[in-house]
């Protein structure tokens, strides 16, 4: 069975950072590319990154280029959103997902990044 | 990077069909045949019904389909489902970043 458990989500003063983490289980991680999406409450989903099997390739939404960071450590089956510089309009349900070919099929639960003073 | 546009909301009956378009640019919609759509319960996490514009995975009920026009995809729901209520979202990859919907509310009466 194919699970995505995202995790390090939390509350976080304007201009701090978190890290979260997606650990996977029931596919061969290091075989696919994966991505961070978001979701603000009572909003839509906005794609934020993605990162090659390898970690070579990284491509970001502009909006958050230079404050986010994907990574991923096949050895450990995650895959990392390092997020700097957050603002309030940050706060949001984040998710993992897993790609095949140009499409996400399976994503996590979710975890909540909330950016409050 | 704009969001893809969708209709806020539709609505139908049981029995019935209703179609949601999502409407892009010659860069992304138009652009590639790599158009997904999402259907998303209140609470819980977005779940793939078409990919590459047309294709059902496995366990998505025929009543899906998916099809596109230039810079316009639409996703189809046959014979509404009360389980069909939901908020559904359209996803088109750009050449990398990817571009989701701005979501549409399907609404069984």
């Known amino acids: 069975e194919v699970q995505l458990v995202e995790s390090g989500g939390g509350l976080v003063q304007p201009g701090g950072s978190l890290r979260l983490s997606c650990v996977v289980s029931?596919?061969?991680?290091?075989?696919?590319?994966m991505s961070w999406v978001r979701q603000a409450p009572g909003k839509g989903l906005e794609w934020v990154a993605n990162?090659?099997?390898?970690?070579?390739?990284?491509y970001y939404v502009d909006s958050m280029k230079g404050r986010f960071t994907i990574s991923r450590d096949n050895a450990k089956n995650s895959v990392y959103l390092q997020m700097n510089s957050l603002r309030v309009e940050d706060t949001a349900v984040y998710y993992c997902?897993?790609?095949?070919?140009?499409?996400?099929?399976?994503w996590g639960q979710g975890t909540l990044v909330t950016v409050s003073s | 990077q704009s969001a893809l546009t969708q209709p806020r909301s539709v609505s139908g009956s049981p029995g019935q069909s209703v179609a949601i378009s999502c409407t892009g640019t010659s860069s992304d919609v138009g652009g590639y045949n790599y158009v997904s759509w999402y259907q998303q319960h209140p609470g819980k996490a977005p779940k793939l019904m078409i990919y590459?514009?047309?294709k059902r995975p496995s366990g998505v009920p025929d009543r899906f389909s998916g099809s596109k026009s230039g810079n316009t995809a639409s996703l189809t729901i046959s014979g509404l489902q009360a389980e069909d209520e939901a908020d559904y979202y359209c996803c088109s990859y750009a050449g990398n970043p990817y571009v989701f919907g701005t979501g549409t509310k399907v609404t069984v009466l």
């Open positions: 029931g596919f061969t991680f290091s075989s696919h590319w």
């Open positions: 997902a897993k790609y095949s070919g140009y499409d996400l099929d399976y």
């Open positions: 590459d514009v047309s």
């Open positions: 990162i090659d099997q390898n970690g070579n390739e990284k």
